[in-house]
């Protein structure tokens, strides 16, 4: 194919759930229409365009048509920025992507495996060594951005600013007995993180979604019913996400619960657990 919409200017396609979060600068100053073209002769010098050369041959899927338009694929788009976004936004791109409503992974707009399989038929183009570096750290459906970057504040290793308290996975299905469930109103509910050979769940409470004596009071309840399955429950709080100390109260007071031991000896850990919580927008209260 001659040429397809790609990088920055094919996201905005994808309707990727919190997409200015993710790319946050890096997207606002993208005003220019990003194509990619496979020969240097279809290589455009338009104003208000930028061209892309790709030679290498791309996977059967890579470009996709949407409304009559050429665009690169979701699992196309993870490679490209991974030369355009730092190891940290890269990650967080990629789970976005595979971000879905609990119980809905139908809705999520690609996978991590889908992810590995590009990945594994794109050797040699650029990005490729970086890209297959993020993925190891990616999961399916997490819920929010919050949640997603929650999660990478407690589970990346501490070399990317992590505190390396991995093992969990997004919005783990709980089926409830009866009577539980009744109380409830509902036969199932979702854990925002699960360490499932810990038995034990972290719930993100968001201004939004937890603000109400009602809700908190549902919270509550919910608690109490997990318990009574055998699940502990520790709360995650935005105040705790945004106060770096409470923060890692939290991280430790987890690891404790897990029986695990933060030992950090990187000496990149402080600078780059800045970076990674430069990824929680401004006014986080108003964030899912």
Not at 70 to 80: T, V, W
Request: charged letters at 20%; proline letters at 4%; one cysteine or more.
């Amino acid at each position: 194919m001659e040429k397809f919409t790609s990088h920055f200017s094919a996201v905005i396609h994808w309707n990727i759930p919190y997409i200015e979060t993710v790319l946050g600068a890096d997207l606002a100053k993208k005003s220019l229409a990003e194509f990619t073209v496979s020969q240097s002769k279809f290589v455009s010098q338009k104003r208000g365009q930028v061209s892309h050369l790709c030679q290498l041959p791309l996977p059967a899927g890579a470009v996709v048509s949407l409304n009559g338009k050429l665009i690169a694929s979701p699992e196309l788009i993870f490679l490209e920025l991974a030369c355009k976004l730092d190891i940290q936004r890269l990650i967080l791109l990629g789970l976005q992507l595979c971000s879905h409503p609990p119980g809905k992974p139908n809705e999520a707009i690609t996978t991590k495996e889908k992810l590995e399989i590009f990945l594994a038929k794109t050797p040699g183009h650029h990005g490729h060594v970086k890209a297959l570096r993020a993925v190891k750290y990616i999961e399916d459906g997490a819920a929010s951005v919050m949640e997603s970057i929650a999660y990478m504040i407690l589970a990346l290793p501490h070399s990317l600013g992590g505190y390396g308290l991995n093992g969990a996975v997004f919005n783990h299905e709980i089926k409830l007995r009866e009577a539980a469930g009744k109380r409830l109103g509902q036969n199932r509910c979702f854990a925002d993180l699960y360490y499932k050979p810990a038995k034990l769940a972290v719930e993100y409470e968001s201004f939004t979604f937890h603000s109400s004596p009602r809700k908190q009071g549902k919270d509550i309840i919910r608690a109490a019913i997990l318990s009574r399955h055998g699940i502990e429950v520790m709360r995650l709080s935005t105040i705790q996400l945004y106060d770096k100390d409470a923060c890692m109260d939290f991280a430790f007071n987890l690891a404790s619960r897990l029986r695990k031991r933060i030992h950090i000896r990187t000496e990149k850990f402080d600078e780059m657990h800045e970076l990674l919580r430069a990824l929680l927008p401004l006014g986080g209260s108003t964030i899912a």
